[in-house]
């Protein structure tokens, strides 16, 4: 079986092969995340209590979001892709995916991801490999997206 995924950039697309989350537009920070949690499963179990930032009006700036997540996740690296908050870890070469607990937050509500299930990325092989998922074709369409093939096994 096949599945097809579009992408605006080629950043959404790494951050799709590798394993990430994409979340919300965080260009004008978050309210409501300071004193939720976000918990994590993958790369590495662990999790992050939002505190206060350098915002006056209680707003979690990115910059807040990226050194609380990264200091209390580690194997975690946080940047953004178009504004939205990107998730992926922080190893080189890649290895493992990020996942979030199952558990409802608030935290993962205000970020943008789903509440009640585990929300993890999948490391994507590329073409040569004998097991899904696997890449199988890359292609850039009439609107400048990228659309993606992925064997599925």
Not at 8 to 17: F, K, M, T
Not at 65 to 86: H, L, M, N, R
Request: glycine share 10%; with cysteine; aromatic share 8%.
């Amino acid at each position: 079986m096949f599945s097809i995924h579009k992408f605006r950039d080629v950043a959404e697309v790494q951050l799709y092969l590798n394993g990430g989350l994409l979340g919300v537009d965080v260009n004008k920070g978050v309210a409501g995340l300071i004193g939720t949690t976000l918990s994590f499963t993958s790369p590495a179990v662990g999790a992050c209590l939002f505190v206060a930032g350098t915002a006056p009006d209680g707003k979690l700036l990115f910059g807040d979001i990226k050194t609380q997540i990264e200091a209390a996740v580690a194997s975690v690296k946080v940047y953004q892709v178009g504004g939205q908050i990107a998730l992926v870890h922080s190893a080189i070469p890649i290895t493992l995916p990020v996942a979030l607990a199952a558990a409802p937050s608030d935290a993962k509500k205000l970020l943008g991801f789903a509440q009640n299930t585990a929300t993890a990325g999948r490391i994507i092989k590329d073409h040569t490999a004998l097991v899904a998922p696997r890449l199988d074709w890359w292609n850039t369409t009439n609107d400048g997206s990228h659309a993606i093939l992925i064997w599925e096994g």
